[in-house]
């Protein structure tokens, strides 16, 4: 479902991200970690479209996002660390903002606009302004607008930042259900134990590049430090890399 071959992007003479090929089957959900700098977010930028590789391709279900980049994001429900919102629409107006950009069906529009918004408990806030929402509501309504398509297709940067114990895990618990019907995951994070807990996979970028990929078994064994938890696992890879 997510197919990254050869993918760099130089910075001038600095490769932000070197040659990483990956390749994430559906209904996979990818945890990307690595360190402050390391090429994460330019990683996700590139997956998303809205970055162009220097070289590499990207393709999502089977597409090049390159050559059609409209009916590659089609597939892909995106949701970044520091989200931008219209400050001045309403909940409900924001998501039939982005209803509009993905062509959802008009008739069924309110109706998985209300569901949305029940399941990330923000319903009684759907008529109020996006500038009276906190932080964490804010992050549940892009949530809300990223599923509002059905993408088969998720990309997320730090799920979990300004999210409080029960959103937490009620995301955790909704990543689970949709992995088992096929949507493919990938989720960047700094938050270790969540990586841990829910990847099927989980992908270590440095400097650049992809140094180690494999359930946390794979990469204990590759470690060489079969009783640690990723926690350690990661600081060890990151620091002899």
């Given at each position: ?202 992908g270590i970028i440095h400097r650049g590049r992809l140094i180690a990929t494999g359930t946390t078994e794979d990469l204990q064994r590759e470690a060489q430090i079969t009783d640690a938890d990723l926690e350690r696992v990661f600081l060890l890879m990151t620091t002899e890399s």
């Amino acid at each position: 479902m997510i197919e990254l071959e050869a993918i760099t992007k130089k910075y001038g003479d600095h490769p932000a991200v070197n040659h990483l090929s990956l390749n994430i089957p559906k209904g996979e959900i990818f945890g990307f970690i690595g360190p402050n700098g390391a090429g994460k977010t330019t990683t996700i930028k590139i997956m998303g479209g809205m970055l162009l590789p220097s070289s590499g391709s990207v393709k999502i279900c089977g597409i090049n996002m390159k050559a059609y980049p409209e009916k590659a994001k089609r597939k892909i429900g995106f949701i970044p660390d520091r989200p931008y919102l219209y400050e001045k629409l309403t909940g409900m107006e924001f998501l039939q903002f982005t209803a509009d950009l993905y062509g959802v069906n008009k008739n069924g529009f309110v109706q998985k606009a209300k569901e949305e918004l029940k399941r990330f408990s923000l319903i009684d806030w759907a008529d109020e302004l996006i500038e009276s929402y906190s932080h964490g509501m804010r992050q549940r309504l892009i949530f809300a607008s990223a599923l509002l398509h059905d993408p088969e297709v998720i990309i997320v940067d730090e799920p979990m930042v300004g999210l409080d114990p029960v959103a937490i895990m009620m995301v955790k618990d909704l990543f689970k259900r949709l992995s088992k019907k096929g949507v493919t995951i990938f989720m960047s994070t700094h938050t270790l134990k969540v990586a841990e807990e829910i990847c099927d996979r989980i992908g270590i970028i440095h400097r650049g590049r992809l140094i180690a990929t494999g359930t946390t078994e794979d990469l204990q064994r590759e470690a060489q430090i079969t009783d640690a938890d990723l926690e350690r696992v990661f600081l060890l890879m990151t620091t002899e890399s």
